[in-house]
């Protein structure tokens, strides 16, 4: 069965720095691969989304992912952190049958 | 152009009432899919519409059913409710034809049951 797994369920930086949040998935064909973000008390918003047609993938406010195949994973990072970037993200799968497969959460915290 | 809404966005229940949560897909879309997502996980698939069918439906007893109307809209509705159903429910559309679209969510209602 497919899953996504989550390395990490809560990231601290500081204001200006790398933001990375690892994700890896198990699939047996080439997934469709997805980032969510998740504001306090709101629903999900797409940052970014791997459809196939190129491995490094730019989504909103400066965020970009990878898909490595050879290391099935799809880890979401930012150059530079900022306050607003403090909520939880999400990386998801989607099955052929349309079934979207989320991982558990990372939590970002951003310093001043 | 409206993006996915949902209604009520929070809910009061006792344990073994009935409960009906609703959502009206983003413009466009024809396909409906409902998550639950407890408090410090991530979301869980219940069930997806599509045509007014069910297409998919994930690890959710019956006591979770749904329902899509010609509009596309859909409903959600969770019988004898129990303490573990609190959670924050999301809906997400998507266009229809192709399982893998992107799906976007909607707000969320969230369901305390006391």
């Known amino acids: 069965a497919q899953s996504v797994t989550q390395l990490g369920s809560h990231v601290s930086v500081s204001e200006g720095a790398l933001v990375l949040l690892r994700c890896n998935y198990s699939?047996?064909?080439?997934?469709?691969l997805f980032w969510y973000v998740q504001y306090p008390n709101q629903g999900l918003q797409l940052l970014l989304k791997y459809t196939s047609a190129a491995t490094l993938v730019k989504g909103i406010n400066g965020f970009e992912a990878e898909f490595k195949k050879s290391e099935t994973s799809f880890h979401l990072t930012k150059p530079s952190a900022h306050m607003s970037d403090a909520a939880e993200y999400f990386c998801a799968a989607v099955n052929q049958g349309g079934k979207l497969i989320f991982g558990q959460g990372t939590e970002l915290s951003v310093k001043p | 152009d409206a993006g996915v809404t949902q209604s009520p966005t929070h809910l009061i229940k006792t344990r073994g009432q009935q409960v009906t949560l609703r959502c009206s897909p983003k413009s466009g879309h024809d396909t409906v899919s409902w998550y639950q997502q407890a408090l410090g996980q991530g979301p869980q698939f219940i069930f997806q519409y599509y045509e007014e069918e069910e297409r998919q439906r994930g690890n959710f007893p019956d006591r979770f059913s749904g329902h899509q109307f010609p509009n596309y809209s859909s409903e959600l509705n969770v019988n004898a409710l129990l303490l573990g159903d609190s959670a924050l429910y999301l809906c997400?559309?998507?266009?229809?034809?192709?399982?893998?679209?992107?799906?976007?969510f909607g707000p969320g209602t969230r369901l305390l049951v006391l």
């Open positions: 699939s047996s064909v080439p997934p469709y």
């Open positions: 997400a559309s998507s266009p229809g034809g192709r399982k893998q679209e992107t799906q976007y």
